[in-house]
């Protein structure tokens, strides 16, 4: 199966927890699987409180930190953008063990057969 790599350009929510339950699902089915965010979405992998965390658990579905955590245990490799890191003052220790930093330029290099999709 040929891979998956995501861009998350945006620091929505929402498309973020697409861009994982994509990314899970081909993880889930074989194929090498990366997500990239992208200057401001690199906050989306901070240890945050989730503002919809009650009303997911109401309808049985993983928070933002648990569908991280699935989607790392799928074998999703995180990226996050060096540039990102500096506009948001985050350091790779606030951010999920794994996760990895890097440009657009190395993400492209190494895109391979990958299909890339973007958020």
Do not use: K
């Amino acid at each position: 199966m040929r891979g998956l790599t995501v861009l998350v350009a945006t620091a929505d929510p929402v498309r973020f927890r697409a861009a994982l339950s994509t990314a899970a699902a081909t993880a889930a089915l074989g194929g090498r699987t990366r997500v990239f965010l992208h200057e401001d979405a690199v906050v989306l992998l901070q240890a945050s409180a989730d503002p919809d965390a009650a009303r997911l658990a109401a309808a049985g579905l993983p928070d933002r930190a648990d569908l991280i955590a699935i989607a790392r245990e799928s074998g999703v490799e995180l990226l996050v953008c060096q540039s990102g890191l500096a506009l948001t003052g985050l350091s790779m220790a606030e951010l999920p063990a794994g996760t990895a930093a890097g440009g657009l330029v190395s993400l492209l290099a190494t895109l391979g057969e990958d299909r890339l999709l973007a958020f």
